[in-house]
């Protein structure tokens, strides 16, 4: 398995700022991911954060509104960019990691709750 | 990535087995079946996977049949702290990334 932080746990933001969350895992994993999870809903993938190289985003998410760095295999931040109300959701940070059969699945962060006024 | 299907709700009492069943009916050969809980304002946290027949841990077991196109999450004696949302979810081993959450079922334990 592997320990995750996120920083900030929460946030109160105003229309059109952003903010960046940061995500530190314990150990060093290949893969790292964020995703969204709305208000009531099931989480969503933004984006794959590769090491050294842009990060790979799902349908419907861009670069420029989620920018992701991922200076090291440890760590990764999210940018949420020209925030709207809409935006308000958690932010999860998620790492693959070995399960103790041997196989592997994603381990998730606290999340990061974000509210946009 | 095969779409799994789970009742939106369960109740329960303390101290009862929960068995929350999900169904998978285009599961692929490679693929694994993860359950994950999550708590109000809480990331997702790995319960238990499997591949077939049936997995054990300190905190649940999972049984799956032959055909694979369904597995049983099971929760012994359940507490008030076992209220949560789970979620089954089929990956492929060295999964990359892109899980499909469904909407999960949502277990309340009551008194």
């Known amino acids: 398995s592997a320990v995750i932080s996120q920083k900030p746990s929460r946030d109160i933001c105003q229309r059109g700022t952003s903010l960046t969350i940061q995500c530190q895992v314990d150990?060093?994993?290949?893969?790292m991911f964020w995703y969204r999870q709305q208000p009531g809903q099931s989480l969503t993938l933004i984006a794959t954060?590769?090491?050294?190289?842009?990060?790979?985003?799902e349908s419907g998410f861009v670069i420029d509104k989620f920018p992701i760095s991922r200076p090291n295999l440890t760590f990764s931040t999210l940018t949420v960019s020209n925030m709207s109300p809409e935006d308000s959701s958690i932010y999860l940070c998620?790492?693959?990691?070995?399960?103790?059969?041997?196989?592997?699945?994603?381990?998730f962060g606290p999340g990061t709750r974000l509210t946009v006024l | 990535l095969a779409k799994t299907t789970q009742p939106i709700s369960m109740d329960s009492y303390e101290g009862q087995e929960v068995n929350i069943t999900c169904s998978h009916n285009?599961?692929?050969?490679?693929?694994?079946i993860t359950w994950y809980q999550q708590f109000p304002s809480q990331g997702p946290r790995f319960i238990i996977q499997?591949?077939?027949t049936k997995v054990t841990n300190e905190v649940a077991s999972l049984f799956i049949p032959a055909d694979r196109k369904s597995s049983t999450l099971s929760l012994p004696r359940v507490s008030l702290s076992d209220t949560a949302v789970y979620y089954c979810?089929?990956?492929?081993?060295?999964?990359?990334?892109?899980?499909?959450f469904g909407k999960g079922t949502k277990l309340s334990v009551k008194p």
């Open positions: 998620s790492v693959l990691a070995r399960v103790a059969r041997g196989t592997d699945t994603q381990y």
């Open positions: 150990s060093q994993v290949t893969m």
């Open positions: 954060a590769n090491q050294g190289s842009e990060a790979t985003y």
């Open positions: 285009n599961i692929a050969t490679n693929d694994y």
């Open positions: 499997g591949y077939k």
């Open positions: 979810l089929v990956d492929p081993q060295r999964s990359q990334g892109n899980l499909i």
